[in-house]
T-cell receptor, first 110, second 114 residues
Framework: QKEVEQNSGPLSVPEGAIASLNCTYSDRGSQSFFWYRQYSGKSPELIMSIYSNGDKEDGRFTAQLNKASQYVSLLIRDSQPSDSATYLCAVRTSYGKLTFGQGTILTVHP | DTEVTQTPKHLVMGMTNKKSLKCEQH?????MYWYKQKAKKPPELMFVYSYEKLSINESVPSRFSPECPNSSLLNLHLHALQPEDSALYLC?????????????FGPGTRLLVL
């Protein structure tokens, strides 16, 4: 079992729709959870971090964490073409290392 | 300010060259990281420095040699690289290693080994 798994993509949504990105992790001792956005040819950009169970909202982005289910998700409301990118889920495991999922490619079409 | 800077942006080197990648942050972070990223893959951790001491080496070949001269600077010295080492090299920093602190990446150095 991979340490961090993301829903397989690519994911395509129309402009204005909600994009839903999902991630599961295997280490129950994981402490912190991150979503990075990476445009083609660029470096990962931190868009959300979440440490406690529940929802965390920042503008059009909502991160959701359920430690019992070992599940973290990212919702993007009112998706825009500029949101088209690869989204990386990252989990800081109990031994301190940041482990990434394989990434989900999101395309928002006008 | 959450800026991590890296130089150079691009680097082309032969297999016999010696070069260095540089990374700088002024956020007061005490943990700094080197990652390697190949196309269509997630970043892979190479090294972690915590309070200027090497704390993690992910079994990286000795042709990669990290150095942390002070709490703001991180270097990666390259020697006798192979073409398969061509990749995007990312520096990152966080307040401390581990815990619940955000980790920020620099823009990366795109390395091509001929």
């Amino acid at each position: 079992q991979k340490e961090v798994e993301q829903n397989s993509g690519p994911l395509s949504v129309p402009e204005g729709a909600i994009a839903s990105l999902n991630c599961t992790y295997s280490d129950r001792g994981s402490q912190s959870f991150f979503w990075y956005r990476q445009y083609s040819g660029k470096s990962p950009e931190l868009i959300m971090s979440i440490y406690s169970n529940g929802d965390k909202e920042d503008g059009r982005f909502t991160a959701q964490l359920n430690k019992a289910s070992q599940y973290v998700s990212l919702l993007i409301r009112d998706s825009q073409p500029s949101d088209s990118a690869t989204y990386l889920c990252a989990v800081r495991t109990s031994y301190g290392k940041l482990t990434f999922g394989q990434g989900t490619i999101l395309t928002v079409h006008p | 300010d959450t800026e991590v800077t890296q130089t150079p942006k691009h680097l082309v080197m032969g297999m016999t060259n010696k070069k260095s990648l540089k990374c700088e942050q002024h956020m007061g972070h005490r943990a700094m990281y080197w990652y390697k990223q190949k196309a269509k893959k997630p970043p892979e951790l190479m090294f972690v420095y915590s309070y200027e001491k090497l704390s993690i080496n992910e079994s990286v070949p000795s042709r990669f040699s990290p150095e942390c001269p002070n709490s703001s600077l991180l270097n990666l010295h390259l020697h006798a690289l192979q073409p398969e080492d061509s990749a995007l090299y990312l520096c990152a920093s966080s307040q401390v290693a581990g815990g619940i602190f955000d980790q920020y990446f620099g823009p990366g150095t795109r390395l091509l080994v001929l």
